[in-house]
């Protein structure tokens, strides 16, 4: 981050953010005290998991858990075979979830192959709760990635909704259960949240922060949210990266404006 702020000309300041007071416009670290003219929150957002059992995907951390259970159901099925394939089970077909699935396939695969299990008795599957993948984009888009999953290898359900998880299987809404060795939670998901003082953040679905079409944060026009922390005013965002890359390129260009009172 050092060598990113030296380039392009910003002060990078390592620390914990404690709080956020809206009213003195401060923003308090473990350590000290930042004063800010302009704010932009860019918390992300964190997997809302239903159990123990159900991996999140958020972080690299997380990916290495993941890669070490895959391991853990492989080396157990060398040992005590059993009828059924090894199930990796992705939950949500959303941008995440189809992502996910898409990049497990080599990596079951590979581990298979390294402790000889045949890679026909280690399987993907992804649920997805609404009839299709990708719900929030168009049919046409929904229908291609699937069609592209399953060429991959991967076993796609839609109209699966996933209620509870255990530790060797998945119960749906409609009672049917699923055997499986690991699940990864694409699912359900909240925004993250921080401290505020001075004043009350507006909030949607999910804890995300309402902002204008500007993307201030309502009743605070100093303020600024973007990416999945920000309750889009555009019913078309999706959530992805590019995304809130563009939103701050978008919010970087009006703010001389902004401070200009234009």
């Known amino acids: 981050f050092r060598s ?54 958020h972080t690299d951390v997380d990916v290495e858990r993941i890669k070490k259970a895959i391991i853990f159901a492989v080396q157990r099925h060398q040992h005590v075979p059993v009828s059924r394939p090894i199930t990796i089970a992705v939950v949500g077909g959303g941008l995440a979830g189809v992502t996910m699935a898409a990049q497990l396939i080599p990596t079951v695969h590979a581990m298979a192959r390294e402790y000889g299990v045949a890679t026909n008795r280690v399987r993907v599957v992804c649920f997805e709760r609404l009839g299709r993948l990708l719900p929030a984009y168009g049919h046409a ?3 291609t990635v699937e069609q592209y999953l399953v060429q991959l290898g991967v076993l796609v359900r839609c109209h699966a909704n996933v209620v509870q998880v255990e530790q060797s299987r998945v119960i749906f809404e409609s009672g ?3 055997s499986t060795d690991v699940v990864v939670w694409a699912g359900a998901w909240r925004a993250q949240q921080i401290a505020i003082e001075g004043g009350a953040l507006p909030l949607g679905s999910r804890g995300q922060v309402l902002v204008n079409d500007k993307f201030q944060v309502r009743a605070f026009p100093n303020l600024f949210c973007v990416g999945d922390q920000a309750s889009s005013p555009f019913p078309h965002r999706h959530g992805a990266v590019q995304e809130t890359l563009a939103e701050a390129e978008f919010i970087a260009s009006i703010l001389p404006q902004i401070m200009q009172n234009k």
């Open 141 to 143: 888009v929904g229908r």
């Open 176 to 178: 049917e259960e699923a």
């Open 4 to 57: 990113v702020a030296e380039r392009f000309g910003f002060t990078y300041v390592r620390g914990v953010v404690q709080r956020v007071d809206l009213c003195k416009q401060v923003v308090e670290l473990v350590d000290r005290q930042l004063l800010y003219d302009y704010a932009v929150l860019a918390l992300g957002s964190s997997s809302v998991t239903p159990s123990e059992y159900a991996f999140p995907a």
